[in-house]
């Protein structure tokens, strides 16, 4: 009897080692053979989980984000968390929202990068800011639905 469960247990152990290791090489594989905007960071497994999916292109990075603001040029920037429940129900409608009124959205993943949350005062996810002449101009906070988000888009971005 003893012997039977001792069998039983290696057996589990290597089933767990062996989902481990499948598990890992399919995330490397991902965060390789996608175009990664992060390059060699370590991600999380939201992000990963994300790599591929269209409504999360489109990212900018906090050096470039940092520049753009600084140069004065208008931008409009998403600041979201791949694992946040109000991120995953407003991004399906809000990037679609802004590729249908030309708006080049840049989308900042905060779960990737932590201290942006202090050096833009983001308080929750999803948010919603747009900059010009260097300073925000605006913002939006929470899943605010679509019609609040497309009179955002008019009143601050399109004009």
């Keep these: 009897m003893g012997k039977k469960i001792t069998i039983f247990i290696g057996v589990i152990v290597i ?3 062996g989902l481990y290791f499948v598990i890992d090489y399919k995330n ?3 965060v390789e053979d996608n175009n990664n905007p992060y390059g060699d960071k370590e991600l999380h497994q939201g992000t990963i989980d994300q790599l591929d999916d269209p409504n999360y292109q489109n990212q900018i990075m906090p050096d470039e984000l940092k520049e753009k603001v600084d140069s004065g040029d208008p931008v409009t920037v998403y600041f ?5 429940s109000h991120c995953q129900a407003t991004t399906p409608y ?3 929202l802004a590729e249908d009124n030309e708006i080049d959205m840049k989308k900042m993943n905060l779960r990737e990068f932590k201290d942006q949350w202090d050096v833009y005062a983001i308080d929750s996810t999803p948010t919603l800011v747009h900059f010009e002449d260097g300073k925000e101009v605006s913002r ?3 899943d605010q639905g679509e019609e609040n988000f497309q009179t955002f888009f008019d009143q601050y971005v399109t004009k």
């Excluded at 979201?80 to 946040?84: A, H, K, T, V």
């Design 15 to 17: 089933l767990f080692a």
């Design 28 to 30: 490397k594989q991902a």
């Design 80 to 84: 979201y968390d791949p694992l946040c």
């Design 94 to 96: 809000l990037v679609p």
């Design 140 to 142: 939006i906070v929470g």
